[in-house]
């Protein structure tokens, strides 16, 4: 790990965002962005700082398997508290003094700290995430508040007007989401910080032309001594990941498919639709490390560029000890 440089990228958000649930569905948005939309934003920004040729030779070095850079998906903060996914298949029963399982299984987020630690000390489920006793004092009720915005269409050929809803999520102060992001090669750190610190001026998730999405980029190097860079007998994936094999399948202990698609977005295109990846979900567990990969999505004609879905695994190590449900 000694060439390889890792920092924790705090999105600190201007103006609320969208991440649609659903292609051209606007009444609806997840809180978080995926591994796959943070790279792809990153690759367009790249494209409009360094052009077409540089662009094209940095998503290569993805197909060819030589990746200059990682992510993960995205996950709250609150302050320097970072939270990752719940592992799936995680017991919380044994280390949540709550008889409410409701409330448990609604849980989705956890501290890293906190897990690392295997949740020593008190711990209550808080709606989405699972807190130190002491800490729900202090902790907003939730660190995001989903808003409408109504709206009207007006169509083209009869002039008539119609009212829809677009909604939001606007983060509360000194909150945000954050990522992952591992440098692989070193010549392209400072040109990969600025395709994210534009990213930050054009928009991150839906209806970027209307100012959602803006955000100002923190890196924060982690440690070479922190658990993320420790050997373990389980790991989670905290990005959408694409297995490379059946070897690599069947490493999944406990873990969700999901199905991603989209249309692309570049200067390039604004409306052909890509090909479609069933994925495995941030929050998986694999029991030996997996590698995943990234997938050629361009669409059939499509000329103007390479069109690829990140499907690179990012993973932690899971403490030892860790106690899953029915083992």
């Given at each position: 790990m000694s060439n390889r440089n890792l920092y924790k990228v705090k999105l600190k958000f201007k103006?609320?965002?969208?991440?649609?649930?659903k292609e051209k569905t606007y009444n609806t948005t997840h809180t978080m962005a995926h591994s796959d939309t943070i790279?792809?934003?990153?690759?367009?920004?790249?494209?409009?700082?360094?052009?077409?040729?540089k662009t094209d030779e940095l998503i290569n070095s993805f197909l060819d398997g030589k990746p200059a850079f990682k992510v993960s998906s995205t996950m709250p903060y609150l302050m320097d508290k970072f939270f990752v996914f719940k592992p799936m298949g995680?017991?919380?029963?044994?280390?949540?003094?709550?008889?409410?399982?409701?409330?448990?299984?609604k849980v989705r987020f956890v501290g890293e700290e906190d897990l690392s630690n295997l949740f020593k000390g008190a711990f209550e489920p808080a709606g989405d995430f699972l807190l130190k006793a002491e800490?729900?004092?202090?902790?907003?009720?939730?660190?995001?508040?989903?808003?409408?915005?109504?709206?009207?269409?007006?169509?083209?050929?009869?002039?008539?007007s119609n009212?829809?809803?677009?909604?939001?999520?606007?983060?509360?102060?000194?909150?945000?989401?954050?990522?992952?992001?591992?440098?692989?090669?070193q010549n392209l750190e400072d040109e990969i910080k600025a395709a994210i610190r534009l990213l930050g001026d054009e928009g991150l998730g839906g209806d970027r032309t209307s100012g959602l999405g803006l955000f100002e980029p923190e890196f924060i190097e982690v440690s070479s001594t922190n658990n993320l860079k420790k050997d373990g007998s389980y790991y989670m994936l905290l990005s959408l990941t694409s297995p490379k094999d059946n070897k690599e399948i069947e490493?999944?202990?406990?873990?969700?498919?999901?199905?991603?698609?989209?249309?692309?977005?570049?200067?390039?295109?604004f409306g052909t639709k890509k090909k479609t990846v069933r994925?495995?979900?941030?929050g998986s567990i694999v029991k030996d490390k997996v590698e995943g990969r990234v997938v050629d999505v361009t669409p059939t004609g499509f000329s103007a560029h390479s069109v690829i879905r990140y499907g690179l695994a990012f993973l932690i190590p899971l403490p030892e000890g860790v106690s899953f449900i029915g083992e």
């Open positions: 103006t609320p965002v969208h991440f649609g649930s790279m792809s934003g990153i690759i367009n920004s790249y494209s409009l700082l360094f052009g077409k040729q995680l017991d919380l029963q044994e280390y949540v003094k709550s008889d409410d399982k409701k409330k448990i299984k800490e729900k004092a202090q902790f907003y009720s939730d660190l995001w508040k989903i808003k409408e915005r109504p709206r009207v269409a007006i169509d083209r050929i009869t002039s008539s009212i829809y809803y677009f909604t939001h999520c606007q983060f509360k102060k000194d909150t945000g989401l954050w990522f992952y992001l591992e440098i692989l090669d490493r999944f202990t406990f873990y969700e498919i999901t199905t991603r698609g989209g249309y692309i977005y570049s200067k390039g295109d994925m495995f979900s941030e």
